[in-house]
């Protein structure tokens, strides 16, 4: 079950589904749980991925409970920009040619047929791959039904073992728990003999082979092995138990495996069920580890060293599976069907699963409160792709807290309730800096509700709500996130809390300068930089305070004042090694330069700008960054460039942002400088790119010369070809993860003069001149 196990061929099935898929635009794998309907999948789709041009994007759903979020997660899997309803999903995705994969979609049956439903109906090019245990209902669904892997007989012809595919996978995981392992004359029938006692079901089978590193005589204990099958097999069917017969034997495989882990394994099997998706080992510890409660209780008392040795059982036990995170972390996963079977043992305790989805939650406020205290400085780039990588957590402690997930009860406790608030709150970096504005305003809404009194968490999170509805794009959000602004501001004064009401009145500000008040917002935030940050403050609101008054500046013609407020800020964000408020600023510094028609100044922060938000996948930054580049590119005559960068912007998204006039002016210039025709063949081609391609099209191309290095062999696989010898690509990796000199120096055991020699080559080499660019490169090269 680890990410390094090889898949056992159904070369028929594969066969099958392809043919599907080929003629049809909706199929649905079904069976039972363990059948591997989601093996399948994978393999399927990876054969078939070159004859969709928009390519294969899967969505994971087991760990997702509430069905409102489906468009949400389909829009993540996609790398679309907030996305947060279904029609506006089918709209963005138009005439693309790809394949989504649904997987687990039976508990969340409705919401996946009404968008599948709509996918079909509305757009011509998108087909889809469904995994689950019940058909999906739709006319145009076409279904594959998955059985067990199919076992030769015991008593027959076993000479060609290896051919028979339930007999493979036992050797293939066996030689896992027990290097060496083969099927021999000797061992075969037992194997054959075992592999039909578990029905040919793939996941008892792996559950069953992860046994053989415990037995003493392999060979003979095999038969063993099905012996204790047998005895976990209740003797008669009981009347009221309607399951089929291979239901009853997955139970009774997953009930002995259980019994056979120490008890230190039980609990964290249990306790670890009530996580989303996959999770880090920090995360297994806080869950699953001993809480003040558990020492009135000794034999729920479970240490780190205890959580650490318990995790490594289960992951040997294949009840955990290993792989690799998109950070380059490692990560652990539960099965759908091992998940729930840890969530039926664990609600046998009366209280034990809302114990644990409160640790869960109090564990997932601890992180992102660390996350947002260490947010102004340096390391963003790894900050996001964690919580990036979490989202699944977040969303199951909100979830939790607001009270409609499994385990909460009716309703939200007001201490849990309030808890959700503070969550939603605290992570208002997240929702703007990921691209996740609709699903935080979603969260807001739904914590405001259930939290009507004054408190300092209410304010906080009608600032946030304020400043997420501003980038929503719309009149009506506008003006309610104008509202909430006001509210938030007016209620944190009647609290007395400094800091929040400083946080309100930025977003007043903003949205006076994206309402179209110019002059309101120029006083507002010299206000706000003359009287400096308030005891509390967010550093990064700060910040930005600078970047809005050079904004406002810009907007009203005072582009030399713009400039030096802009090199103020990031004199400022450079020290701190800081990057996301660097990169509005570079952004707006560049339109101060447009605005004095410099295009030669204009266009390295605007690439700069580029880089940073890429880096950060900060989809808000990209698009008014395009469109500047758009607008310089027409100064240069380069109008057929200028109009697939526009098709490029409009494709990852358009957040609001100021002014307006960029985007209006480079369209016209390029317009008038192509003719209708060619301008729409060269728009439609910028937006047929998706993010990456867009963003190395921008930086790889342009009068400057400024761009990132282009590949010209692969002697290693991030490298991208150029001269970067392995340490130095090893350094560079590092400094994506955003480490600094003296933390590579620790990681790879050399003299911080050395790691500060590497990446001094590594700049050189590149053509780069600082580390941002550095991690801009190896996300876009890796």
């Not at 076409?142 to 067990?148: I, K, N």
């Not at 038969?223 to 139970?251: F, W």
């Not at 996580?275 to 034999?299: I, N, W, Y």
């Not at 390029?670 to 990456?692: D, F, M, Q, S």
Request: glycine residues 10%; aromatic residues 4%; contains cysteine.
């Amino acid at each position: 079950m680890g990410g390094s196990a090889r898949f056992v061929d159904r070369r028929d099935e594969q066969a099958e589904v392809r043919a599907l898929l080929a003629r049809a635009r909706l199929v649905t794998l079904t069976g039972p749980g363990g059948v591997g309907k989601t093996r399948l999948a994978a393999r399927v789709t990876a054969r078939v991925a070159r004859a969709f041009p928009d390519g294969v994007r899967s969505v994971h759903l087991a760990g997702l409970d509430d069905p409102d979020l489906v468009p949400q997660a389909v829009a993540d899997a996609l790398g679309l920009y907030d996305l947060d309803t279904l029609d506006a999903l089918v709209e963005h995705v138009g005439t693309r040619r790809l394949l989504l994969v649904l997987d687990n979609c039976e508990h969340l049956h409705g919401a996946c047929a009404e968008l599948v439903g709509a996918l079909l109906h509305r757009t011509t090019g998108v087909r889809v791959l469904a995994t689950s245990r019940r058909r999906l209902g739709l006319t145009e669904e076409h279904l594959l039904d998955v059985r067990p892997l199919p076992v030769p007989d015991p008593d027959g012809d076993l000479s060609a073992a290896h051919r028979h595919p339930a007999l493979a996978l036992f050797a293939d995981r066996a030689a896992a728990a027990v290097p060496g392992f083969t099927l021999t004359p000797a061992n075969r029938t037992a194997v054959a003999r075992l592999c039909h006692r578990l029905d040919g079901l793939p996941l008892a089978i792996e559950l069953a082979a992860a046994r053989m590193g415990e037995r003493a005589d392999l060979d003979t204990d095999i038969d063993e092995l099905a012996t204790r099958i047998d005895d976990r097999q209740p003797s008669d069917h009981h009347p009221g138990d309607h399951r089929p017969p291979r239901h009853r034997t997955l139970r009774a495989t997953i009930d002995w495996s259980h019994q056979l882990c120490t008890p230190e394994e039980q609990l964290v099997w249990a306790r670890a069920s009530v996580l989303a998706g996959d999770f880090d080992l920090e995360t297994a510890e806080a869950v699953c580890g001993a809480t003040a409660d558990d020492r009135l209780h000794p034999p729920a008392v479970l240490d780190v060293p205890d959580v650490l040795e318990a995790v490594a059982g289960l992951v040997g036990k294949s009840v955990l599976s290993r792989e690799t995170g998109p950070d380059g972390g490692v990560r652990y996963r539960l099965l759908g069907t091992l998940r729930q079977y840890g969530l039926d043992r664990l609600r046998q305790t009366p209280g034990a699963e809302r114990a644990a989805r409160r640790r869960h939650r109090d564990w997932t406020q601890s992180r992102a409160t660390a996350y947002e205290h260490a947010w102004f400085g340096p390391g963003q780039q790894h900050l996001a792709a964690r919580l990036r990588a979490d989202r699944a957590h977040l969303r199951a402690a909100l979830d939790f807290s607001l009270g409609t997930s499994a385990g909460s009860g009716r309703g939200a406790p007001p201490d849990d309730a309030l808890a959700g608030l503070r969550l939603a709150g605290t992570l208002w970096f997240h929702w703007h800096t990921c691209g996740a504005p609709g699903e935080g305003r979603y969260w807001l809404d739904r914590a405001l509700e259930a939290n009507p009194g004054p408190s300092r968490e209410r304010a906080r999170a009608l600032w946030v709500s304020g400043l997420l509805g501003l980038l929503a794009g719309t009149p009506e959000e506008l003006a309610r996130g104008r509202r909430r602004a006001e509210e938030a501001y007016a209620l944190a004064q009647r609290l007395g809390d400094a800091a929040e009401a400083a946080h309100a009145g930025y977003v007043v500000g903003a949205g006076q300068l994206l309402g179209g008040e110019p002059a309101a917002a120029l006083r507002h935030f010299e206000d706000a930089v003359d009287r400096g940050p308030v005891p509390g403050g967010q550093a990064a609101l700060v910040g930005l305070e600078r970047v809005q008054l050079a904004c406002a500046l810009s907007l009203l013609g005072e582009a030399d004042r713009a400039v030096t407020v802009c090199e103020d800020a990031l004199r400022v964000c450079e020290a701190y090694g800081e990057d996301w408020v660097r990169s509005y600023a570079l952004r707006v510094l560049a339109l101060a330069h447009t605005v004095r028609e410099d295009w030669r100044r204009a266009e390295p922060p605007a690439r700069e700008a580029l880089r940073t938000g890429f880096a950060l996948h900060d989809v808000l930054g990209i698009a008014p960054a395009l469109d500047l580049l758009a607008l310089i590119a027409t100064a240069h005559q380069a109008h057929e460039r200028a109009a697939v960068l526009l098709g490029g912007a409009d494709r990852v998204g358009r957040p609001p942002a100021p002014p307006a006039s960029v985007r209006r002016d480079g369209e016209a210039r390029a317009r008038a400088g192509l003719g209708r025709r060619a301008y729409e063949r060269a728009y439609r081609r910028g937006n047929a790119l998706g993010l990456t391609a867009i963003v190395k099209y921008a930086l790889g191309e342009g009068n400057s010369g400024h761009c990132l290095p282009e590949p010209t062999t692969t002697p290693h696989p991030l490298n991208g070809g150029t001269s970067l010898t392995r340490r130095e690509t090893e350094v560079a990796a590092l400094i994506a993860e955003g480490l600094a000199n003296q933390q590579i120096a620790d990681r790879l055991v050399i003299a911080r003069r050395t790691a500060e020699g590497h990446v001094e080559r590594i700049l050189d080499k590149l053509g780069l001149t600082n580390r941002t660019q550095i991690a801009a490169w190896v996300t876009a090269h890796r």
